[in-house]
């Protein structure tokens, strides 16, 4: 449009305030044509002109907007980062990762590195599975919290199996972290490692299954599993047992809970 074209123009022969909304009104346009002068702009001394030039690129987010966001490595200042995540949702998946997996990588600030993990999760919803698993095994909490976090919405077809396969090699605090990620996507096939959880040598472990299983669609075994931890543990884990109970829900619940079996 001939609005922007002049708004381009109009970039080289400003300073200060007036160069800052144009800047924002270029990218609030997603200007294809100013992409060239907002790129020069990266490399300008002000470094409030930097972040604006690098959120309207973000905003712009077409190929040549990317590659010249994509130009400048990491570690960069993190107004640059902030708009490659920005510009990432709306490019081809495989570029998309190419951006996200450097700045995973080498993102100067932990918020934007773990930013960048949780979109590849959402973007390669087939590798999700395995690397929420190898971010559940690491030492590095960030990542962990948002593996953890990712579980309940993925829609990874083999998550719930990959997590179950890897279980029983995790500490206690990380077994207790994916079981309540699990409760809150209550599919069947997580039950038998939150079952066997239910046992568990960890208090920290068997009250997280003891919560858990009462998302799950309920049955006599459970049902007598909550009922024994109830008449057997005392304090928090018998309190936490015995909300489970009152929450279970599925065919013959109530008739267990009402037989005592």
Known sequence: PAIDTLFVSALGKTTGRTRLGLIDTLGRRRAAAAVAGLSRLLKDSDAATVAAAARALGDIANAAAVAALHAVPEPSVAPIAAAKL??????????????????????????HRTAAFRLSLQIEVGAAAGRIATAISGNDWAFKQVAL???????????????????????????????????????????PAIVAAAAHADAEVRRAAFSALGFFPGNRDIVALLAKAI????????????????????PDVNAAIVLGR
């Open 86 to 111: 920005a510009a990432a949702p709306r490019m081809p998946p495989a570029a998309a990762l190419t951006l996200l997996r450097e700045l995973e990588k080498n993102a100067r600030s932990s918020a």
């Open 149 to 191: 976090e990712a579980i309940a919405k993925s829609t990874s077809p083999n998550l719930v199996a990959t997590l179950s396969s890897q279980f029983a090699k995790w500490d206690a605090p990380t077994q207790a972290g994916v079981i309540a990620a699990l409760a809150r996507r209550p599919d069947p096939a997580a039950l």
């Open 231 to 250: 008449a057997t543990t005392t304090g928090e884990e018998s309190r936490t047992a015995k909300q489970s109970l009152a929450r279970l829900h599925g």
